[in-house]
């Protein structure tokens, strides 16, 4: 995967849940509706490697598995993640400059095989300023995205992970990044646990270059149709 790199299509659905069977209708409706899958421990831990080279038959699977741990453990885990089939792989920026930039290098040389780009998670989109880690509280989250972002692009990292109401801010300062936004919401879905939340729309338009979303597709009545509401939010104003 180069720099500059996009999904035709932008939208990543999160498959949040845990059976097996459910993933895998799931994937089979969606299959050449949305740009890629995503998936994370609950199912990894559960069926592991085969699930990611399974669902790499229908679209480019995004692996989030958010790896933060000693430089080491982290590039043996992204060329496991790698070698399992996934295009995306998470890792958390919080693991320093030392680890990405080896992951940076560890990137160059898989992207070189086949299509395959590290994300960098900022802060999670989870968070709020008032459930912020007691150690990082007083520092606004703002400030420590684009902290992050900053290290983990001058480590070599290109993929980005953040909230919509950062891209904007992060688009400003790296252009070229691929970023990516959770916490996409359409007005009339459940906002969940999420807290800095943004339209698909309105996140394209500041910069976004991918929209992971979850429950609003997966635990609708209709994920079809949820999906076709997004794109039509994209369409209005050429989002795509």
Known sequence: MKRGMKLE?????????????????????LAGKVGAFKVGPRLCVRYGADLVRELAAHAPVFVDNKYLDIPNTMESAIRATFEAGATFATVHAWAGPEALKRLAAVEAELSAQRPFQILV???????????LPPHVRAVPISTQVRELADMSVSCGLQGL???????????????SAFLVTPGIRL??????????????????????????????????????????????????????
């Open 9 to 29: 299509n932008p939208i990543i659905v999160a498959l949040d849940v845990d059976s097996l069977a459910r993933c895998r209708e799931l994937a089979g409706v």
């Open 121 to 131: 998670v900022t802060v999670l989109t989870s968070y709020s300023a008032d459930t």
């Open 161 to 175: 992970v953040c909230s919509p109401e950062e891209v904007a801010d992060l688009r400003r300062s790296h252009p």
């Open 187 to 240: 007005p009339s879905d459940d906002k969940g646990d999420q807290k800095r939340i943004m339209g698909p729309r309105e996140a394209r338009e500041l910069g976004a270059s991918a929209l992971v979303i979850g429950r609003p597709i997966v635990d609708a009545q209709e994920p079809v149709a949820a999906v076709e509401r997004v794109l039509a939010d994209l369409a209005k104003k050429g989002s795509l």
